[in-house]
């Protein structure tokens, strides 16, 4: 889904590889917020590579035209830490935003659907609010029904158990795995800095990125 | 060291207008984007913005406008010259004042708030958000503000020049006497072709570029929140100097 061949980005990645493969679930550590910050942007194809190779969906992401990034960007879900939600959109106007925005025709019992991603996960403010009052965990939830709803081949978590009760923690990685059984080769990449999130992922593979390259975990 | 700078100054205002340029025609490129429904939300809720919203303010700023202006021709050329102040109500209404007040108006109304709006959306990094989720923020951001304000554009000066000349007739009619088809023979024989096209082009133009400037001006804030006001600023400034080049331009072309 997501290669890197020795990717190099000036001042952040040094000949840097790493794969995520579909149907897998893998987790990559940073040191820093603002490495994982730069990370997400990398792997979202806002920040590209200056040498090596990063393969997006299997095609090499400097040879996409801008209509053909934005498609590969439509199969990959991010889930932000805070949330990434449009301040002058009110909460529902959010979730539906990617969803109608890439489909041509209005989709029957997509307002349904929203009710019940947003059931399953938990979220039970209002959904007609901006979302500025709402806190930051209310937020990430809203973003996760997002990327649900687009039913992505990929989907990012950035740090998405900050602040959370480890109860609360157990009940959103229930969620996630449920999330990713429900398609066939849908795979989960988890963006963190915090070590201990490896007690409540399930990941098939974990990556440490250090002085600008990734280091596989045993 | 002087020309250098003089050729710097040069080089960037080139750039930056060709940036300009590129963003008005990435607006038409996009315009069959008018389908999505997302983006339609956008385009319809600017037209409310700077168009609805705005449009009673217009219509009084435009009587009072018209009664200022008629009455000082009346004072000038007479009570009975009711066909000539109609001329020269439909020479300064038409030609020059509506395209340039519903342009001022629209500046410190839409300008401001479309690039502030965009720029908080930057420093929060909710452009980078839309880019994330495969959507072109030109696309979904930038083409229906530039489209909504410039038809807004068209709204408001007509009309600012219905009221202006409305209310100047009205006023005369009352308070001075001067029978009504006086006036209307005279609005009517001036009102041509020529003076139509002049005010449209006027606000078709002052409305791209207004919104182009502030489109441009948020896209660029970035870092830090307190560029905001730099930015809704510079988008204003730069807004009326634009209004005046081109509607000096405009004038010289139709009515030399």
């Not at chain 1, 190099?8 to 820093?32: I, M, N, R, Y």
């Not at chain 1, 035209?65 to 939600?85: H, P």
């Not at chain 2, 970035?222 to 009326?240: D, E, V, W």
């Amino acid at each position: 889904m997501i290669t890197f061949e020795c990717a190099s980005v000036k001042g952040f990645l040094d000949c840097a590889s790493l794969a995520v493969s579909a149907g897998g679930s893998c987790a990559v550590l940073t040191e820093t917020e603002f490495e994982k910050n730069l990370l997400l942007k990398v792997f979202a194809g806002l920040t590209r590579p200056d040498s090596g190779r990063m393969l997006l969906f299997g095609k090499e992401i400097s040879s996409l035209s801008a209509d053909e990034l934005n498609g590969a960007r439509k199969r990959i879900g991010i889930v932000q830490n805070n949330g990434g939600l449009i301040s002058n959109l009110k909460v529902w106007e959010n979730i539906l935003l990617p969803v109608s925005y890439h489909s041509p025709l209005p989709q029957q019992g997509l307002d349904e659907k929203m009710i019940n991603i947003l059931d399953k996960i938990g979220y039970d403010d209002d959904i007609t609010m901006l979302p500025g009052p709402l806190p930051e965990y209310k937020k990430r939830l809203a973003g996760f029904a997002r990327a649900m709803l687009m039913e992505p081949d990929l989907i990012i978590y950035d740090s998405v158990f900050d602040g959370l009760s480890p109860d609360i923690r157990g009940k959103v990685m229930g969620t996630i795995t449920e999330f990713q059984q429900e398609k066939e080769g849908r795979a989960s990449l988890f963006l963190d800095m915090d070590e201990g999130l490896l007690d409540y992922i399930r990941a098939d593979k974990v990556y440490m990125l250090k002085k600008g390259k990734f280091y596989e975990r045993n | 060291m002087r020309t250098k700078k003089i050729t710097d100054g040069a080089l960037n205002t080139i750039v930056y207008l060709s940036g300009l340029f590129n963003l008005i025609l990435g607006a038409l490129k996009n315009l069959p984007a008018l389908k999505i429904s997302p983006v339609r939300t956008v385009f319809f809720r600017q037209i409310y913005f700077a168009g609805i919203e705005t449009l009673g303010k217009m219509v009084i700023i435009g009587l009072l406008i018209g009664i200022v202006i008629i009455s000082q021709i009346t004072s000038l050329v007479g009570v009975g010259r009711g066909e000539l102040i109609g001329k020269i109500l439909v020479w300064v209404v038409v030609r020059e004042l509506g395209p340039l007040f519903a342009a001022i108006v629209v500046i410190a109304r839409s300008v401001t708030a479309i690039s502030a709006e965009l720029g908080s959306m930057n420093v929060q990094g909710e452009i980078a958000s839309i880019e994330m989720m495969g959507i072109d923020p030109e696309r979904y951001l930038i083409m229906p503000r530039i489209i909504a304000l410039t038809l807004s554009m068209v709204m408001l000066t007509f009309y600012f020049e219905l009221s202006a000349i409305l209310g100047g007739i009205a006023v005369t009619s009352v308070f001075w006497g001067v029978p009504f088809e006086q006036h209307t023979t005279g609005i009517l024989t001036s009102l041509t072709i020529m003076e139509l096209s002049a005010s449209l082009v006027k606000s078709l133009l002052f409305g791209v570029v207004i919104a182009a400037v502030s489109c441009s001006q948020g896209f660029k804030v970035s870092g830090s929140i307190t560029r905001i006001p730099q930015a809704t600023t510079k988008a204003t400034i730069q807004s009326l100097f634009f209004v005046f080049i081109f509607d000096g331009i405009i004038t010289l072309i139709f009515f030399l």
